[in-house]
Every structure is written in C-alpha cells, then in structure tokens.
C-alpha cells in the first residue's frame, strides 16, 4: 500500500483519506522506514534496464541518445527550491528530466527556476547507474555553454543543443589560413576569430583534472559549472 501511495505521489495523509484501515502515520512511518533516495534511484535502475529489454522499446531508439529538458512545478512558498518563475509568472521549481530516445526517463533533478539548466545536465548523466549509457545528449538553448561543452567533450558526449540567436554567436577558424567555401562569413573577416590553441595547451593539465574529478565523483559538476563561467577574467580555465 505504501508503494501504491508513492507511486502515485498522493502522500500518505491524502492517501489515508481514501483508504480505509490505514493512517497517515502508519503510510508515513513504513515510508520512512523503508524508502530512501538511494534505494529510490536503484529502483529508477532497475526499471529502466526492465524497460530495454523490451523489444517495444528498441522501436524507438537504441539507448545511445538522450533529450535533458526542465518542467515547471508548483510547489508552496516555504519551499527551499521554490523561486518565482519569471517564465511562468508563479512559484515553483524545475524538474528536469533526462529522457531516453527509448521513451523513458532516466535521471530527474529538482532544480530552483533561476539556475542555468546547462550546469546540471551533465550531473544527470553521470548519475544514471542503469544499463542504457547515453553517448549524445539533446537540449534547448538553456542547455548549453562554452564549459558545458568542453566538459561534455572531455567526458566522451556529443553535446547537440539548439541554439537560439545564432547571429550573435563568434565562430572560430582552426587557423588564420583556414577558409571555407560556403560559410565563410559567419567566421568574420579572412584570418580573425582563431583559436588560441596555447591557451587551450597551458590549461589542458587542469582541464583533464577537472574532467577525471568530475567523473570519480570527487566534485559535483554542477558546482564546478557554476563557478567555470563563460568569459570569465579571473580564471583562465
């Protein structure tokens, strides 16, 4: 019964309502008693390797893609999480989601409305124990940034977001002498834009223990992504 009652995300009080012969401290002391996050998640695991063996599930895809995307949900004012949404105009917070192209979840984040959605996509990737390993990962606009996609690279996924604004964007050439034929134009003028491949050379050190830190679980990658902000002046990484 108090499976049903978690299941169904009723809680235990609403639930006892309904139910006759149970209490809300009976449904509330056996989840407690029984129910963790860590459990919860090897659960999460378990029931998505059930879900690929399916042979309904490899119609879909394969297991090697993933969409992160965040959903609005309301939640009371004298929440931790809970801000006002400036997209939706009301309190809550954002459930993003990691969702297979199998059709199934595989990591969800409880996240505040104002955060970037970029620094946790990665996290849930990370966090995913089950036997379908993702290599590209889908999002929005919010689901990108210049670290993101260095440590996407590092960690071995191709981060593949849509991007809104693209004229705003600075692409670089590989070289000065690089030209291309058809999109020329949109890395400036002939020999500009180019990346700085001793930059990227002297921080390299760093950048692999960041990505090896991030990987052992040493440090969550979303508090490093927080810090490791695009264009930032004071650190070179």
Known sequence: MTTFVKGTN?????AA????????HELSYTANRHFSIVLLNEAIADLVNAHARLDISRAWGD??????D????DTYLDNLLAETSVRYGKPGGIAYHHISDTYIALFTHFIPCGVWEAVYIIEGLLKNTSDVKPTTVHADTQGQSQPVFALAHLLGFDLMPRIRNWKGLTFYR??????YVHIDALFGEPGMNTIDWELIE??????MRVAISVREVAISSATLLKRLRSGSRKNAT
């Open 10 to 14: 009723m809680g235990p009080y609403e």
């Open 17 to 24: 309502r309904h139910i006759p012969g149970v209490s809300g």
């Open 63 to 68: 297991g090697t893609a993933v969409a992160a």
């Open 70 to 73: 965040g959903t609005h949900m």
């Open 174 to 179: 590989p070289s000065k002498q690089t030209e």
């Open 202 to 207: 002297s921080q390299f050190r760093h950048l």
